[in-house]
T-cell receptor, first 112, second 113 residues
Framework: QKEVEQNSGPLSVPEGAIASLNCTYSDRGSQSFFWYRQYSGKSPELIMFIYSNGDKEDGRFTAQLNKASQYVSLLIRDSQPSDSATYLC????????????FGRGTSLIVHP | NAGVTQTPKFRILKIGQSMTLQCTQDMNHNYMYWYRQDPGMGLKLIYY???????DKGEVPNGYNVSRSTTEDFPLRLELAAPSQTSVYFCASSYSAGGDEQFFGPGTRLTVL
């Protein structure tokens, strides 16, 4: 059973702080990792993807991948109230159907 | 490009009724997916398709059926609706699986009473 685990939260941070969102996965064969943002009542949209160990930065967002420890994280610097949303982690298993497995998401609240 | 479109946006069904949720994409994507999302939960895969004429079950296929006669369309059929099928349904597509981004439709909010 492929599993992707996320703390459901809510994670509450003040405006301007760094928000850290974490995701662990069970299958060591996982090869592709995605972070989607979902505003309330809306559909998910891609924020970041990462394939290799280490950090990947895009503006205020940084994805971190550690395959040995089987976790992937998303850091949001200078958090804004507009970042308040649910963040879904998705993991694709290579060598098979490649269909992604989603975590249940972490709710982030950025308060002014 | 319209991306991924879904109809209807909202629907209320009575127990035992049937309906089809429509999904169309205009990005020439090979892969299409149907998910359901219950409150506070992540996305559960119902069915997926890797191309026209090819479909396969996901994690929660019971009570649903799909077909893929064209690259663009991937309808989801609910037979004999039950209250447990009350959920938000998202259709998504991607060019391939593996390392590709999924593009989601706006969703259909279904209530079964």
């Amino acid at each position: 059973q492929k599993e992707v685990e996320q703390n459901s939260g809510p994670l509450s941070v003040p405006e301007g702080a760094i928000a850290s969102l974490n995701c662990t996965y069970s299958d060591r064969g996982s090869q592709s990792f995605f972070w989607y943002r979902q505003y309330s009542g809306k559909s998910p949209e891609l924020i970041m993807f990462i394939y290799s160990n280490g950090d990947k930065e895009d503006g205020r967002f940084t994805a971190q991948l550690n395959k040995a420890s089987q976790y992937v994280s998303l850091l949001i610097r200078d958090s804004q109230p507009s970042d308040s949303a649910t963040y879904l982690c998705a993991v694709n298993i290579g060598g098979g159907s490649y269909i992604p497995t989603f975590g249940r998401g972490t709710s982030l609240i950025v308060h002014p | 490009n319209a991306g991924v479109t879904q109809t209807p946006k909202f629907r209320i069904l009575k127990i035992g009724q049937s309906m089809t949720l429509q999904c169309t994409q205009d990005m020439n994507h090979n892969y299409m997916y149907w998910y359901r999302q219950d409150p506070g939960m992540g996305l559960k895969l119902i069915y997926y398709s890797v191309g026209a004429g090819i479909t396969d079950k996901g994690e929660v296929p019971n009570g649903y059926n799909v077909s893929r006669s064209t690259t663009e369309d991937f309808p989801l059929r609910l037979e004999l609706a039950a209250p447990s099928q009350t959920s938000v349904y998202f259709c998504a597509s991607s060019y391939s699986a593996g390392g590709d981004e999924q593009f989601f439709g706006p969703g259909t909010r279904l209530t079964v009473l």
